[in-house]
DNA sequence: GAGATTACTTGTATAATGCAAGTAATATTT
DNA sequence: AAATATTACTTGCATTATACAAGTAATCTC
């Protein structure tokens, strides 16, 4: 279990941000929330990459605990919980589309839609706007 | 050993770019190179977070199978190797940025010098140009 | 009340990391 | 020219994280 609320191995800024969402499973989770309409363990277990079950548990512990996304009760089934992203979450939007459009230009199967792509490129602050507002993919 | 060259863990895009880059180290040698002016093996070792020797030695492997770092022999001392940025390598510039300045809207102890923040949100082409060009922190 | 959902936890094998020490090639010093 | 120092790694081993399978607790549906 990372997510060492104290340990902090620099202060650089890069090397802040790694140490919050820095690994290989943390920013997808973040993507199922800000990108994919997804809000519930269940749901992101379900994605494509096949997180196991107890690395979910524990990113979604850690998102939570660095005030990345936050936990509330399904108010119409008490069983589930409903994930969503808290402002600084949402902050993370401009680096997830630099992240889609690096791979966008480095990846020969990319598959990306060429609107979202020119989104991206020539209307960013819209396209973040809209995706605060909840825009899916 | 990661960087295991055919493991895709889906054609997500932000998948793309973590199975590349999705570690709590591989950016800081990306920083160390874009933006600190660190060229050699002592160097990266040297920076403030402690990477260890095996863990850059691979993650410098990873790397430059990625595609994203070239390693060339110095001229001037032969037992040396010098590494620098592809073009791919150089195309990462935009997310790093993007994570600077989340750090500096996040991190209360930040630090960042003003003039470069203000020039990542007000200027970002011309400093993203001036990186490529060597620029150094 | 029995079975299904939902969100986890636990156990265990495998893999990655951190740390200390060692090696090989080239350069410098004596 | 021999001895020492640099530089870029590799190796071995203990610790930590991950993957996979199975189990549990609370709530809901029938």
């Excluded at 020969?108 to 809209?130: C, T, V």
Aim: hydrophobic share 40%.
């Amino acid at each position: 279990m990372p997510c060492d609320e104290k340990k902090r191995r620099s202060l650089c800024p890069v090397t802040f941000a790694l140490d919050q969402v820095g690994d290989k499973w943390s920013l997808l989770v973040v993507r199922d929330l800000m990108l994919l309409g997804k809000k519930t363990y269940g749901e992101f277990l379900e994605s494509a990459e096949g997180i196991a079950t107890n690395v979910l548990a524990n990113r979604l512990k850690c998102l939570e605990a660095g005030g990345i996304i936050e936990k509330a009760r399904d108010p119409e089934n008490k069983r589930r919980y409903l994930y969503s992203l808290t402002e600084k979450g949402f902050d993370l939007t401009p680096i997830l589309l630099e992240m889609i459009r690096w791979s966008a230009h480095h990846d020969s199967d990319a598959g990306i839609p060429k609107d979202f792509l020119d989104m991206i490129e020539n209307d960013r602050e819209r396209l973040i706007a809209k995706v605060r507002a909840g825009m899916t993919l």
